[in-house]
């Protein structure tokens, strides 16, 4: 699908409207170079790109919040509120022929009963699921869960410093099962969606299981428990055997069987306790996981990510903290997911703690009685004994219960996730296959821009696929980079055509002024020559091209030029 246009209305009239072509298409930014620092360099050309980010699902927010410190532009934010403005995006398949399919998608930056997210005239006002999940089948022509919309989308839209800086990692905070998902789709893998999204499950419970059981048993494995339980067992016996042989009264022994029954359904209702408990502490084990996930960020990843791009982003710890923030709200919707069983477990739980102690009152009021005997004292002693052993040993089966229980979900979940990579593992040819394919395109494109051949590759660590490209200097320079996410970016276009396969056609970059002017030439050229069908749409400063050749470009190609005096949304004209 390629871009059309991008349609901006003010109550109900055009405020702007941005037709598309194939090949380049430039948004400018006239100002001065000179002027920028004093200006703040806001008349709206990245603004551009997230506006069309905003109709393909995003929540919109960097439309008027400051990218470092989320500040926010009230006078924006009120604009968009107060006016009633609507974001329009026209996609369309072909820009050839009379019967190109079009997908009409429409926001608005109301709530409620006056939210529009509409696409070809249809309201869908849950944007996460109803409204991504709707693009993700019209676009993609993805129809499970995984990988979203979103997830596959954000790569064709590099308007922040992670993206434009990363080429295949370009998701804030993100598991590599979740990169796996979206590499294999990337890259043409059929059938393979919903086996993948149930790895991710299976995964995060597996992580989950094993954190709990090193947490309940210690350092003692079921063997050395099932061996104390034995010994137990052994010395109840025995005790038993004393027992019989003392001769009491019928009275005496009719309390005495009340207590044993009622010692029976202690041991019963401590089982089913314990059980309802682990349930509860395996939920409050995710909860608190995902809850130390909103505080902490991967270290180790964030130094990778920080020290491979800080010679050219300084700012890119506060902006990788931003996107945290971001990865946060996730969290926090997840988390509210996995709350709502709690409280109906922790009422059984209460309610089975009632009973407990009502039997132990009981099991306490009868055992007093037969203390008071007096004449059995050698008799209590054997009993208080035998107590001590029934409840050792009820502690321990409890505890066996509850580890051979998540030994065996483990097992299983293992043993699925097994089942899941031999699976995915049939895929191996088709992935190489379609990769060695790209390669060609990725291999072309990046020498005709830097006369170096980069290729992707795949590996698998630890069950999970990854991708990497070679002949790639993670120490290079902002242009050098620019250039290579360009390279991928077009050759990715390329291949989707070549096979056949459901994507956009246009890619949006913004700040590709590091690029040398030679190599921003030959980029243009590629992107408007016959050989690519597609779109390559980029924010620019105009003072950037200074060349004969780039200002020819400039001119050929800008869809859209803005200025101090006149900015995207024209607040300050009225």
Do not use: W
């Not at 276009?493 to 070549?498: G, M, P, R, S």
């Amino acid at each position: 699908m390629f871009l059309r246009y991008l349609h901006i209305t003010k109550n109900g009239k055009t405020l702007r409207k941005i037709g598309f072509k194939k090949g380049v298409n430039l948004i400018v930014d006239t100002t001065p170079e000179s002027k920028i620092k004093e200006t703040g360099n806001n008349v709206g050309k990245t603004t551009v790109l997230r506006l069309v980010d905003y109709c393909l699902g995003s929540n919109g927010k960097d439309i008027y919040q400051g990218a470092e410190f989320k500040n926010t532009d009230t006078n924006v934010e009120q604009f968009l509120i107060n006016n009633n403005v609507e974001i329009s995006v026209c996609l369309i398949s072909s820009f050839e022929g009379p019967k190109a399919k079009e997908i009409i998608l429409k926001r608005n930056f109301l709530q409620r009963k006056q939210k529009i997210a509409s696409i070809n005239g249809e309201n869908y006002p849950n944007i996460k699921k109803e409204y991504c999940n709707e693009l993700n089948k019209l676009i993609f022509g993805i129809k499970a869960d995984k990988p979203t919309f979103r997830q596959i989308v954000s790569r064709f839209i590099r308007n922040d410093a992670l993206k434009m800086n990363n080429i295949l990692k370009y998701l804030p905070v993100t598991k590599d099962t979740v990169y796996e998902t979206i590499f294999l789709y990337m890259f043409g893998v059929k059938g393979k969606n919903e086996l993948l999204a149930e790895k991710q499950i299976v995964d995060e419970q597996l992580k989950s299981e094993k954190n709990y059981l090193t947490k309940i048993s210690g350092k003692q494995p079921s063997t050395t428990i099932e061996q104390v339980l034995k010994t137990l067992h052994y010395d109840i016996v025995e005790l038993n055997d004393k027992k019989k042989k003392f001769n009491v009264s019928p009275k005496y022994q009719e309390e005495f069987e009340k207590l044993k029954l009622i010692k029976e359904k202690i041991n019963s209702i401590s089982l089913n306790l314990a059980e309802r408990q682990m349930h509860l502490d395996l939920l409050q084990e995710n909860i608190n996981d995902l809850k130390e996930n909103i505080s902490t960020v991967d270290n180790d990843a964030l130094k990778i990510m920080y020290f491979e791009t800080k010679s050219f982003i300084p700012e890119l710890q506060k902006k990788f903290e931003d996107a945290v923030k971001f990865h946060n709200s996730l969290i926090r919707n997840k988390l509210e997911f996995i709350s709502k069983d709690i409280p109906a477990i922790e009422t059984e739980i209460k309610e089975l703690k009632e009973s407990l102690k009502e039997k132990l009152q009981n099991e306490e009021t009868i055992g007093r009685k037969l203390s008071n005997s007096g004449s059995l004292s050698d008799y209590d002693l054997l009993v208080e004994e035998l107590n001590t052993k029934f409840e050792k040993k009820g502690h321990f089966e409890e505890k066996l219960e509850q580890i051979k229980s998540l030994e065996k979900s483990i097992l299983e979940k293992t043993e699925r996730l097994s089942e899941i990579n031999k699976e995915i593992d049939k895929s191996e040819p088709e992935l190489k296959d379609n990769i060695s394919l790209f390669n060609k395109f990725f291999s072309y494109y990046s020498k005709q821009l830097y006369n170096e051949e980069f290729v992707l590759s795949h590996y698998v660590d630890k069950g999970i696929y990854k991708l990497r490209i070679d002949n790639l200097d993670a120490n290079t320079g902002d242009g050098k980079k620019k250039v290579q996410i360009a390279a991928f970016d077009l050759a990715y276009i390329a291949f989707t055509k070549n096979i056949g396969m459901q994507s956009l056609s246009f890619e949006m970059h913004d700040r590709i002024e590091g690029i040398h002017s030679h190599q921003l030439s030959t980029l243009f050229e590629l992107v408007n020559s016959d050989r690519f069908d597609g779109q390559y749409i980029v924010s620019v400063l105009k003072d950037k091209f200074d060349s004969d050749k780039l200002k020819c470009y400039l001119e050929e190609n800008k869809r859209l030029e803005l200025s101090q005096n006149d900015k995207l949304f024209r607040i300050e004209n009225g």
